[in-house]
């Protein structure tokens, strides 16, 4: 298939582009920059010998979308685009909501007028909110998000699940990500957030580089086995090939889908730190610090759903998951600026 990959340029679209690819697909990426570089994609056309072309577009842009369905033939489309910053979302909450909402009624809409009607959409276990009890499943109530960054993307599938009642033509697979982290094996593609990271694994692996001096572990008075918070982390690359199977599934099924992705296991904090701290035998100082305003103490999926539907399931560990985001980090100390 012909597959358009908007935001295409940012850590989780460039890891899926490359299993896309490798799995015989072709990519075209859309993306404004307004966080990630070109440089990006540059290396997944490196890695996989494979050129992929680039629009620099804003997905709001209707006559650039246009453009984009006019000079290709596309299948099917990923709808990584959006702003994602959670505390960032809280400070300027019309900036996301019109941002994120604006690029998928755009995208929707250029969609349905050339006739393309698979979509695979970027969400996020941000959408159960606090949790009554884990693992999460896809039939459980989401009684309300605690930040307009997980509301945009509750309220993007409530659209796009809208859109599937209006038209029983349209295939739409909601993917709600756990804890994505680690890199591409080879180091040439990983994450690279602007300033100071907000999530657990870059902000260590900026520790170890010596970019940042020590790690703040958020409360260690939770109902969790040591007290520090659970998640559900999944390597990237694990994700990266569940888009290839939500884009398969796309292709032979009509309606809407909710699907985890996430391994069914949880790690605490210290986990995390403990095993980075082995496998790649450095130290990572840690201090305990209040636990941050919106975390829950566990969160982690029950992925059983995508293995019965799209016959996926997680293969790397957390040892994969911490050396890769090593690998990745220690090559690329400044990220992709250097
Ligand atoms: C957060 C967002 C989620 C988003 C995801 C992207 C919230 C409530 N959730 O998830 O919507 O989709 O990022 O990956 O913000 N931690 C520390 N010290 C740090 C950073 C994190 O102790 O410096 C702890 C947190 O308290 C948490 C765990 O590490 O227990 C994971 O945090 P993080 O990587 O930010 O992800 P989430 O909060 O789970």
Redesign the pocket.
Known sequence: MNILLTGGAGYIATHTCLELLAAGHEAIVVDNYVNSCPEAVRRVEELSGRSVPVYEADVSDRAAMDRIFEENRIDAVIHFAGL?A??ESVRQPLRYYRNNLDTTLTLCETMAAHGVKRLVFSS???VYGVPDEVPLREDMFCKG???P??WT?YMIEKILGSVCEADPEWSVVLLR?????GAHESGRIGEDPAGI?????P?ITQVAAGRLDH?????ND?DTPDG????DYIHVVDLGRGHVCACDYAAKHTGCEIINLGTGVGY??LD?VRTFERVNGIRIPCEI?P??P???AA?YADPSKAKRLLGWEATHTLEDMCRDAWHWQSMNPMGYRT
Do not use: H
């Open positions: 994602k959670v505390g996020s276990a941000t998000c605690t930040n960054y997980g993307k990500y756990f804890n994505p982290i990271p907000n999530n657990l694994m902000f790690l703040n572990v958020f409360g939770y520090t918070g659970v998640r605490s904090v995390i610090a636990r941050r919106g975390d829950v969160c």
